[in-house]
Each structure stands twice: as structure tokens, then as C-alpha cells.
């Protein structure tokens, strides 16, 4: 067998061939996606610990953020198995634990061998755990640099795909855009009526149901509203459920449409500034979000779902809006349901109007198609823009002010956090460290994470045994996201079961949770008071409340909070909030 060289390192020979290696990496990838359409959004890891002998000691996948790593459950799995046995990763270990918790469980284990898929995108995490790992004298094996071969490539194309929607975050300002429709044998996608219901099968339209479950937000237009009077839910009974997006300039929409039903998934509507302030009004009143842009265009709508931590959209919308994101570069994926029927008619909508278009040669080829008969339909669906390739490594942050010090990534005065795996995201109340606060009775209780614990204190108190049921519910999610997704949508549905005390008592609630986990955590205190000095903003841009806002106007409650703890960590007098 051919040796493989570790950088920095004498030529070692692997125990695996390059067959085995991939099969165990695109195993990794199938296991990095099982957690599609039951959370969202997160990072897709993966891993499978191999014995020397070939056999498959343990398996872990990551199944929201703030949950436990995939290379942990992988260890428990496989128990003493995993000395000296080799670890496969569809991607390097992120960290949002603030401890390099992943790493730390593969060098305990005794692994003694560890062949990553891809590098982890994000720039701050970029390359972070092969370094670590080559340092604790783990053998680190990265696809396409250490490992090459025809058969290694297309291992690598799959862990590649199970993380394109990250991929795209981490080298463009917008999410990945999948855009899906069903349309006859000749191409329409309703009758000249407008009538649609249904084109596709069955069959079909179960397979968008997945589709919607694995996407962040599903986006229509203001015609699809007022034609189809669509649900857009993901129907899986369980689990997430995308947010509903609708992108109407003129906000000319029925009062009454499914959409502005919100007991079961949310909705936004984005629009012009100004634009029929009374229906906004109304909206606002059926709890449907409304977001406002100076001009409505489709790349500064989708770059601030990107702000928002979104990674991934599903475009379901009418030819009109279909053409603008195409042309716009924001469509990444196609997914076509063709089925064999034929309406005709000269004035019948087809999937995408005018582009501008004047010649074939201009047309836009789809690359890595693919063809799946769905039940009497036929899917194509293929990539109108390839998956950014990672290689060669580009420069980390600090690489690149070690070069150029005038290159910072933002003031050095404000610090940033939002999603669990940004730079700080361990601050945030999503973050994967259970507390033990006390309950009624004095006796402490774990909570799993700091959100856990708030979502579940909204119903706390209340003289009604459902709303207590629903307490130990939300405790006994299975993430920071399921607990926030339940507590949303119960103060929604029964807002006689939220204390009455709420908007009193809420930020109480959420210091007292943070100042035990900052206080039972040295690294997490370390970190903290690492940002003496700075101030701490929460970089939603639509939560005002808890975070910092859109464009500064946010009250950022949950920095302050972070910057109180830190001053009496430090032992300076409290500021006042």
C-alpha cells in the first residue's frame, strides 16, 4: 500500500486502502444528513469511528445546534473499540462549545487516525481542529490534499454536498437558493385560468414536503398568495417547520389567506417602505412579521436572511420572481418536476418568465444532473452554480492581519455573536451547556441549555396542568432550537398560558440562566472576560428585543446582560440596563 505523508511528519502508511477511506467518508456524509428537515439551521457533521479490522465501532451525527457533537456520540458508541482505531469526518470538527470538546473526545478515545472529508468553511474554525489534532500526534488525513485519488474525489463531492448550504455562507453574502416547480410535458405550470391544483403527483408532492423540511424559509410571490393561497408547511408531524417568506412590492394581499395563520409556522412578509401601512397594521395583529426595504429587490432580501443565520431557502414562487433571482445569481439549485400531461395554451404561465434571453447559447446549462422517476413524474435537478471549491486554504483571520494589519474583520471595540458556531458563539443562550438551577422547592433541576431553561419559565407558575405539561415538555427537548421553536409557537397558540408576570420578570430570568453557566464554566469565564474592553452585541438583526437589530436599533438585552456578568466577574461595579 502507498504511503501517505502528514505535514511536518515522516511518511506513515495507512491501515485503510483509498476504497475503504471513501466508503467510510461517504458513510460520514450519509449520517451528517440525517438530522434534514428535523432541524434547521446548523452545520451537517458526521462521524464514524472504523476499528483496525474494519468493522464500525461507533456512529454520531450532530442533530441541532447547541446538541452534542457528532465525534462524542460517535466515542460513547464505540467504547473501548475506539483505541487505535480511525475516526472519518465529512468535516472538520466545529466548535461551539468554546472548549474543543470534539477534538478533546477523539484523544481521549485513544483514535489514533482521523481522514476529514472537507475543511471546515468558516473562516475562524477553518483548519483549527486538523492542527489540533496533528498536535496531540493523531495521523490527520484530509481528502484532496493528503488523500488523492478519482475515488477519494467523489467521496469528497459528497461531503461537499451535504454542506453546500454552508459552503455558500462561508464564500457569498447570501443563502443557498434552491428554486423548485412542477410543470406539464410542455412546459406550463398552471392553465390559462391560472388553475394549477395539480399538476404533479402525489408522490411529487410528498418529495416537496422534504424539500420544504430541509430548507430555513420557503419564499413565494404576492401572486402565488392571491392565486394559490398556499400553506407551505413541511407536513411531516413533527419536527421543523421552515419559515414562510412573501416577497410582495405593492403588499396588494388578501386579508384572509393561510399564510397569516401563524399557530403552526411562522410567516414574513418583506416589502416596499411605506407601502399600505393599514394592512401592515393587520398583519402585524395576526402576528405575521413584516420587514420593510427602502427598494424591494431579490439579493438585499435574501443577504439579509443571510444576516438572520439563514443557510438555506426554498423558492416555490411564479415565473415573474423566479426570473428576477435567476438573474440576480441567487438560484443555486433546480429542482423540476415534469409530469406527463399537456394543457396547451398560449398564455399559460411557464416556471420562469423573460430573462433577456435572445439565443440557445445563452442558456443557462445545469451541471450534475440528475434523473429520479417520482411516481408517474419525472424530477431533473441539477446545480445552476457549482458548490465553491475550498481549496487551495484560504488565509484565517489572523493569518491575514499577520500579513496586513490594517485587514480586521470588524471593530476591534464591538464584538459580535449570534449563531452557535460564529467566532464568540458560545455566549449565545443557544449554546450546548446544561445548567442546574433551583426550582420551587429549592432543589436544583439541570436545564439542557440557558434556553431551555427561559422558554420553559414563560409557563412556569400557571394555574393550569396543560401549561405545566407543556413546561416539562419544553425541558425535555431535544435542542436549544425544538425548546425556543415549542415556547414560541405555545405563546402563540395560548397566550393565557404565558405568567402574567412575563414582560416583568423575563430579564431576570435570562441573567439568573447565564450567570450559572458563565459561572460553572472556566473557559466560558475566561472567554468573557477576554472581552474587557469591548462591547458585546447580539447580531440578530430582527430580534430587537435580545439582540442588537438590523441597523443598530435592536436593545441588544442579551450583550448587556453578557457585559454585567463580565463587570462582576471582574469585580467592577454592575452597569445599569
Known amino acids: 500500500m502507498a504511503p501517505s505523508l502528514v505535514a511536518n511528519s515522516a511518511p506513515v502508511f495507512c491501515k485503510f486502502s483509498h476504497a475503504e477511506d471513501a466508503a467510510y467518508i461517504r458513510r460520514a456524509a450519509d449520517i451528517a444528513d440525517k438530522s434534514a428537515g428535523f432541524t434547521s439551521p446548523h452545520p451537517n457533521f458526521g462521524c464514524l469511528i472504523a476499528t483496525s479490522a474494519g468493522k464500525v465501532a461507533g456512529e454520531g451525527y450532530l442533530y441541532a445546534q447547541g446538541t452534542k457533537p457528532a465525534e462524542v456520540q460517535a466515542v460513547e458508541a464505540g467504547g473501548s473499540f475506539c483505541r487505535d482505531a480511525t475516526a472519518y469526518l465529512n468535516m472538520e470538527a466545529g466548535d461551539c462549545h468554546g472548549d474543543h470538546t470534539a477534538v478533546s473526545a477523539l484523544v481521549q478515545a485513544g483514535i489514533t487516525r482521523v481522514v476529514v472529508g472537507i475543511r471546515n468553511p468558516l473562516q475562524h474554525l477553518r483548519g483549527q481542529a486538523v492542527r489540533a489534532l496533528r498536535s496531540q500526534g493523531l495521523q ?98 413533527g419536527g421543523h417547520t421552515p419559515m ?66 439563514y443557510l438555506s431557502i426554498l423558492w416555490e414562487c411564479g415565473g415573474t420572481l423566479a426570473a428576477s433571482a435567476i438573474s440576480s445569481g441567487l438560484i443555486h439549485k433546480v429542482f423540476a418536476f415534469v409530469a406527463p400531461k399537456i394543457i396547451g395554451g398560449k398564455n399559460a404561465p411557464t416556471p420562469v418568465s423573460e430573462l433577456g434571453m435572445v439565443e440557445m447559447s445563452q442558456a443557462l446549462d445545469l451541471i450534475d444532473i440528475c434523473y429520479e422517476q417520482v411516481g408517474p413524474d419525472m424530477l431533473i435537478s441539477g446545480f445552476l452554480q457549482p458548490i465553491p471549491d475550498l481549496m487551495p486554504v484560504i488565509p484565517s483571520e489572523d493569518e491575514t492581519f499577520a500579513i496586513d494589519p490594517t485587514v480586521t474583520p470588524y471593530e476591534p471595540s464591538i464584538i459580535y455573536f449570534y449563531k452557535t458556531w460564529d ?82 420578570v423575563k430579564i431576570d430570568i435570562m441573567y439568573r440562566a447565564l450567570k450559572c453557566k458563565f459561572s460553572i464554566y472556566p473557559h466560558l469565564n475566561s472567554m468573557l472576560l477576554s472581552t474587557a474592553g469591548s462591547v458585546l452585541v447580539e447580531a440578530s438583526p430582527h430580534d430587537l428585543f435580545w439582540g442588537g437589530g438590523r441597523e443598530g436599533e435592536g436593545l441588544n438585552y442579551l450583550g448587556r446582560l453578557l457585559m454585567q456578568l463580565r463587570s462582576e466577574f471582574l469585580g467592577e461595579s454592575s452597569t445599569s440596563i
Not at 420544504?212 to 394559490?228: F, I, L, P, Q
Not at 398583519?283 to 427602502?294: I, K
Not at 425556543?484 to 393565557?496: I, Y
Open 140 to 237: 490527520v488525513h484530509v481528502l484532496g490534499e493528503d488523500l488523492q485519488s478519482k475515488i477519494i474525489e467523489e467521496a469528497r463531492k459528497s461531503c461537499l454536498l451535504v454542506n453546500a448550504p454552508l459552503i455558500h455562507r462561508a464564500t457569498s453574502r447570501v443563502p443557498f437558493s434552491v428554486f423548485k416547480y412542477a410543470m406539464t410535458l410542455d412546459g406550463k405550470i398552471a392553465a390559462s385560468s391560472g388553475h394549477a391544483a395539480w399538476i404533479s403527483s402525489k408522490t411529487s408532492r410528498d418529495r416537496v414536503f422534504d424539500l420544504r423540511g430541509r430548507s430555513d424559509a420557503v419564499v413565494v410571490g404576492g401572486n402565488t398568495v392571491r392565486r394559490d393561497n398556499p400553506r407551505l408547511t413541511a407536513r411531516h408531524g
Open 244 to 309: 414562510r417568506i412573501v416577497l410582495t412590492q405593492t403588499l396588494n394581499l388578501p386579508e384572509e389567506a393561510n399564510l397569516w395563520d401563524v399557530s403552526d409556522a411562522p410567516t414574513i412578509v418583506v416589502t416596499q417602505r411605506g407601502a399600505r401601512r393599514k394592512f401592515q397594521k393587520y398583519l402585524a395583529s395576526r402576528g405575521v412579521e413584516v420587514v420593510e426595504f427602502d427598494i424591494l429587490n431579490s439579493r438585499d432580501v435574501m443577504e439579509y436572511f443571510h444576516d438572520r443565520g
Open 423 to 504: 467566532p464568540y458563539g458560545a455566549f449565545s443562550n443557544f449554546s450546548p451547556h446544561p445548567i442546574q438551577m433551583p426550582d420551587v422547592n429549592g432543589d436544583y433541576v439541570t436545564w439542557s441549555s440557558v434556553e431551555h431553561y427561559y422558554q420553559a419559565h414563560k409557563f412556569t407558575g400557571v394555574n393550569d396542568p396543560a401549561a405545566q405539561d407543556f413546561v416539562e415538555k419544553i425541558k425535555t427537548a431535544k435542542s436549544p432550537e425544538e425548546a425556543a421553536r415549542l415556547g414560541r409557537s405555545m405563546q402563540r397558540q395560548h397566550p393565557d398560558w404565558v405568567r402574567s408576570d412575563w414582560e416583568s
